[in-house]
């Protein structure tokens, strides 16, 4: 898959992924106390997981083509590794 296409790819999923935390965090400020804290620790934890697959996926755009097949295929197993993760933290939160 050429850069550009990956990386349009990729930021799109960040994008919805930001979104789904977003909505997991407004949804804990509406919920009682008990599920306030399990929500709030889990969106946070995603999220913190989520900048700094960002910050990877920066690192790999920019790096020189000779490095570019395997940071693209880094990038992508790491990629696919967090959304199995966040999925199972998902499903554990709005099952």
Same mark, same amino acid.
């Given at each position: 898959?050429?850069? +550009? *296409?990956?990386?349009?790819? #990729?930021?799109?999923? #960040? =994008? *919805?992924? &930001?979104?789904?935390? +977003? $909505?997991?965090?407004?949804?804990? *400020? *509406? $919920?009682?106390?008990?599920? &306030?804290?399990?929500?709030?620790?889990?969106? %946070? &934890?995603?999220?913190?997981?989520?900048?700094?697959? !960002? #910050?990877?996926?920066?690192? =790999?755009?920019?790096? !020189?083509?000779?490095?570019?097949?395997?940071?693209?295929? %880094?990038?992508?197993? &790491?990629w696919e590794q967090w959304q199995l993760d966040a999925k199972k933290a998902w499903?554990?939160? !709005?099952?």
């Amino acid at each position: 898959m050429e850069r +550009h *296409e990956m990386k349009a790819r #990729i930021d799109a999923q #960040i =994008a *919805e992924w &930001k979104r789904n935390i +977003h $909505s997991v965090q407004a949804k804990a *400020e *509406e $919920s009682g106390d008990g599920a &306030k804290s399990e929500y709030l620790r889990v969106s %946070d &934890k995603l999220g913190r997981q989520l900048d700094d697959f !960002t #910050i990877e996926a920066a690192k =790999a755009w920019d790096s !020189t083509d000779d490095s570019w097949d395997k940071a693209s295929t %880094d990038l992508e197993l &790491k990629w696919e590794q967090w959304q199995l993760d966040a999925k199972k933290a998902w499903v554990g939160l !709005t099952g």
